[in-house]
T-cell receptor, first 113, second 116 residues
Framework: DAKTTQPNSMESNEEEPVHLPCNHSTISGTDYIHWYRQLPSQGPEYVIHGLTSNVNNRMASLAIAEDRKSSTLILHRATLRDAAVYYC??????????????FGKGTLLTVNP | GAVVSQHPSWVICKSGTSVKIECRSLDFQATTMFWYRQFPKQSLMLMAT?????????EQGVEKDKFLINHASLTLSTLTVTSAHPEDSSFYIC????????????FGPGTRLTVL
């Protein structure tokens, strides 16, 4: 499985933007880039995903490098509720529902008031 | 949005007993369900993948006779930890996928198991 590399931890101040990086140099052409986050004692929550183009949704933006070997999750205005572990995961593309998500260690984001 | 529930949210049991955890997709039919385990301060580890009406596929190192998975309907999967021991104490999380072209996984809130 293609792997991802993320910083162990990052800090941000409330209401400031946060850029969470992810390296995936062994990504293949059909791998989707997923981001999930996990709040303490909860199951993971889907944040955003993309393949080649940058993506925006109500939670965040995903900027994907042109060579797709790295990506950045952008939280435009961090709130205290955004404090969580953020996981960058590569998902094999194609149809069917049996695809696996392989979770790495993720980035622990701390948001300071 | 798609909602996945788990029951119970936490359970304490004595060593040697069996514990059943339920995972339900509340507003969609889940073609595939996944079971994960998470130890404190560690990441999620996939235990098994189950398709409705089929036997589960277990990841390497996961004992299928100890962790029994049943996916009898499109909205319910169960994980039974048999003859639980203290080392089985963990956070168990399920996810469900509805199939289709994208196949996003929706996660349950998790079940905290403590074996005394």
């Amino acid at each position: 499985d293609a792997k991802t590399t993320q910083p162990n931890s990052m800090e941000s101040n409330e209401e400031e933007p946060v850029h969470l990086p992810c390296n995936h140099s062994t990504i293949s052409g059909t791998d989707y880039i997923h981001w999930y986050r996990q709040l303490p004692s909860q199951g993971p929550e889907y944040v955003i995903h993309g393949l080649t183009s940058n993506v925006n949704n109500r939670m965040a933006s995903l900027a994907i490098a042109e060579d797709r070997k790295s990506s950045t999750l952008i939280l435009h205005r961090a709130t205290l509720r955004d404090a969580a572990v953020y996981y960058c995961i590569l998902r094999v593309g194609g149809g069917g529902s049996n695809y696996k998500l392989t979770f790495g260690k993720g980035t622990l984001l701390t948001v300071n008031p | 949005g798609a909602v996945v529930s788990q029951h119970p949210s936490w359970v304490i049991c004595k060593s040697g007993t069996s514990v059943k955890i339920e995972c339900r997709s509340l507003d969609f039919q889940a073609t595939t369900m996944f079971w994960y385990r998470q130890f404190p301060k560690q990441s999620l580890m996939l235990m098994a993948t189950s398709n409705e009406g089929s036997k589960a596929t277990y990841e390497q190192g996961v004992e299928k006779d100890k962790f029994l998975i049943n996916h009898a309907s499109l909205t319910l999967s169960t994980l039974t930890v048999t003859s639980a021991h203290p080392e089985d104490s963990s956070f168990y999380i399920c996810s469900a996928s509805a199939g289709g072209s994208y196949n996003e996984q929706f996660f349950g809130p998790g079940t905290r198991l403590t074996v005394l």
